[in-house]
């Protein structure tokens, strides 16, 4: 498989740094220490998606259909 020169590149250690980031906030959030919309937002801001994307949003969740 060959990668285009468009493609990003992430360093794996970054890779790991945000799925730690995903994981802790996600825990955050489902013990009451931060809200859910503090989570989604601060995790938008790390993968800079747009606020109107469905992408980390709690309120509709995905899982389970």
């Known amino acids: 498989m060959s990668t285009g020169s468009s493609d990003p590149r992430i360093p794996d250690s970054e890779v790991a740094m945000r799925i730690a980031l995903v994981r802790e906030t996600t825990e955050a959030a489902?013990?009451?220490?931060?809200?859910?919309?503090?989570?989604?937002?601060?995790?938008?801001?790390?993968?800079c998606v747009p606020e109107t994307s469905r992408a980390f949003d709690s309120t509709q969740p995905t899982y389970g259909r």
């Open 30 to 47: 489902h013990a009451g220490a931060i809200l859910w919309e503090v989570r989604d937002r601060r995790l938008r801001t790390l993968f």
